[in-house]
Structures are given as structure tokens and as C-alpha cells.
């Protein structure tokens, strides 16, 4: 079997598209869907690229994914909103909650979103680069319902997840600054990816069952498990447990609290808040200061190794790039999963393989 298969960003999201579809979906949620995953593949980003499928058929066949399903607003204070995501696809949900979120910016300046019950959110950056093609400034706190998988700094075993924190700033005339961070070390998904392709993690990022630092990838992924580490120490683990607190108990999506590990889906809540630069008045000075001071920071000779100096956001636009260019690359053992989820809803194996193929 090949290692790895290299598909054309287009035929790959048909493929996806038809397998969303499969599981009920309209056909506007099933292309949402399989473009939102495709542009996390394209930017690097396979932990939340198209190895999803799997998992997401698994959730919807077992009830925690519900198709067809939009944003529905529980609270209504002008400027602060309160949106239940019922548990649908959060490809769209993130897209149709974000479009309520600008519109309350540019109206009120900023805006300040509790979205909760929302089925996976995908790459939250997603969601800040939305805000800021429209000139807003995004910030996202987010938890995760699902097998907790990250220990708390001091601890031996999983008591959340890797509850991401997004940051998005507009740049006037230059690309946005758009930091996407898992409070993790590794997010998740590239455990999965690395055990998929029978490759090891760096030091630091993982513990196994008894609390002892490995780098085996499957003690994240099998059973008896692990669980992964936050980032920089207790740094990592105190955001870890704000995006708890603000993504989950402020939203009215929940907190994670339960040994329960048996569920498929997974459910994000989100605080975010947007704010509208041109209407803080200071917005001259902002667009200048922000600009002079990328520039500056980007001036920094590089390191050996280093060919340049980057802020986030500049590599994921690289690797888009490239990726639109030559092919996206999706392991063997990932590719068969996704072909067996679309198998369990009555698509054939190889005619996905073609689709995805382009031929």
C-alpha cells in the first residue's frame, strides 16, 4: 500500500462533499463543510483537514451531530449575544455565527458572542480570518466536549481538551496577523496524524497511561491512554483552563467533568469578541503602529536555519501556496478511514478513490 496519497484540492473536497452528503446533509452544508476541511489541509493544518470524516460519521450515526442545523440566537442584548449551535455541523455553525457576530460589530463597534453546543468548530483561525477580512479584530476562547485528553501542569492524567485560543488583527495593506493556538503542546489531531503514519512526537508533548513522558503517538489515539501535556508548562495550562472557563461555563455549553469516554462527537463552545477598529477612535494611529511594528519585527536577522522572520498566519499562507501547487498529501491509513466512513453510508470504496482522483 502506498504511504501516502497526493490529491488536488478540488477532486478531494467532491469526494468529501459526497460523502457529507451521504450522512443527510443539504447541499450547501456538505459543500461548507468539505471546503472548510480542504482549506485546513491546504494551510498544514491535517489534524483538522479531512482525517475529520471519520469521527464526524461516527458522531452523526451515533446522534451527537445532527444535520442541517443552524445558529439560533438564546440571548439577544444588541452588542452581547448568546447563540446554542444545536449541535450541528460546525463548519456551518462557526461560518453563520461569525456573519451575526460582524454584523453586531459594525454596528455596535464590538461584539461579544457566547456561541455554545456547537459540533466541532475545525481550525478556529477559520473563523478569525473571517472577522478580519471585514477589518474587525477577533478574539476566541474555546473548550471541547469530548475524551478529555490533556493533563493539567502537575497532573498524571487527561482533565480537558486542547481548547484553542485564536487572535486575529488586521494589517492595513499586508496579510493579517493570525495567531491559532491549541493550549496544548500538539493538537490532537497530529497525534492521530503521527500514529496513522507510525511516526514518533517530540519529547515533552505526551505522557502514557501511568503518567510517564513518552513520544509514542498511540497513547493518544488507544486505549490504555495517555494524555497529552499543555504548552509552556503552566503558562499553556492557565489559558487551558480560562478557554474552560469562558469557552464552556460563560457560554452554557458545560465544562468537561465526567470519566464518560465512550461518545464520538465533539462539542465546542466559543467566547468571542470582535471589535471594529475604525469605531475605537483610534484608528489611524492603529493601522500605522500595528504595520510599523510588524515591519520592525520582521527586520530581525534571522537565526541559522531560519530564512526569515514570520508572524502567525505568514505560514500557513506558505503552505497554502504550496499545497494549491503540488497536491495534498493524506497518509494510506487515513485515506482507507475515510473511505470505510463513506462505505458505512453506502458509497463504494474505489469510486470515492476515483472521485478524489479526478478521474
Not at 492595513?172 to 496513522?196: C, W, Y
Request: glycine share 12%; proline share 5%; with cysteine.
Amino acid at each position: 500500500m502506498e504511504k501516502t496519497h497526493i490529491f488536488k484540492s478540488e477532486p478531494l473536497k467532491k469526494a468529501i462533499e459526497a460523502i457529507v452528503t451521504a450522512g443527510g446533509s443539504d447541499e450547501r452544508e456538505a459543500r461548507t463543510v468539505a471546503e472548510n476541511l480542504i482549506t485546513a489541509n491546504l494551510t498544514g493544518h491535517d489534524s483538522h483537514g479531512v482525517g475529520m470524516i471519520p469521527r464526524y460519521i461516527e458522531a452523526l450515526q451515533e446522534g451527537g451531530l445532527v444535520a442541517n442545523m443552524h445558529p439560533q440566537i438564546k440571548f439577544d442584548g444588541g452588542a452581547l449575544i448568546a447563540v446554542d449551535g444545536q449541535a450541528g455541523y460546525g463548519q456551518v455553525i462557526g461560518l453563520e455565527a461569525t456573519e451575526i457576530a460582524i454584523d453586531r460589530a459594525r454596528q455596535f463597534g464590538v461584539c461579544v458572542m457566547a456561541l455554545s453546543n456547537s459540533h466541532h468548530l475545525c481550525r478556529i483561525g477559520q473563523w478569525a480570518e473571517q472577522a478580519v477580512s471585514q477589518g474587525l479584530i477577533s478574539l476566541s476562547f474555546v473548550n471541547v466536549i469530548s475524551r478529555s485528553i490533556v493533563a493539567p501542569f502537575g497532573g498524571s492524567d487527561a482533565r480537558f481538551g486542547t481548547n484553542p485560543m485564536t487572535i486575529g488583527i488586521p494589517l492595513e495593506g499586508q496579510p493579517p496577523f493570525i495567531l491559532d493556538m491549541a493550549t496544548s503542546g500538539v493538537a490532537q489531531g497530529k497525534v492521530r496524524v503521527a500514529h496513522n503514519k507510525g511516526e514518533t512526537l517530540a519529547p515533552g508533548l505526551l505522557i502514557d497511561d501511568k503518567g510517564r513522558p513518552t513520544t509514542d503517538p498511540r497513547y493518544g489515539v488507544i486505549e490504555p491512554y495517555g494524555a497529552l501535556s499543555t504548552f509552556g508548562l503552566h503558562k499553556g495550562y492557565g489559558l487551558a483552563v480560562a478557554c474552560e472557563l469562558l469557552g464552556g461555563a460563560l457560554t452554557g455549553g458545560g465544562t468537561w467533568h465526567t470519566e464518560d469516554r465512550s461518545k464520538r462527537r465533539v462539542l465546542n463552545g466559543m467566547l468571542t469578541i470582535l471589535i471594529d477598529p475604525q469605531k475605537v477612535g483610534t484608528a489611524p494611529d492603529f493601522a500605522r503602529e500595528a504595520v510599523e511594528f510588524v515591519d520592525w519585527v520582521k527586520q530581525s536577522p534571522p537565526t541559522e536555519g531560519n530564512d526569515k522572520v514570520r508572524i502567525a498566519g505568514d505560514p500557513e499562507r506558505e503552505k497554502k501556496a504550496a499545497r494549491l501547487a503540488d497536491g495534498i498529501p493524506v497518509d494510506a491509513t487515513t485515506w482507507q478511514e475515510i473511505q470505510q466512513a463513506g462505505v458505512k453510508l453506502g458509497l463504494q470504496a474505489e469510486a470515492l478513490h476515483r472521485m478524489a482522483s479526478g478521474s
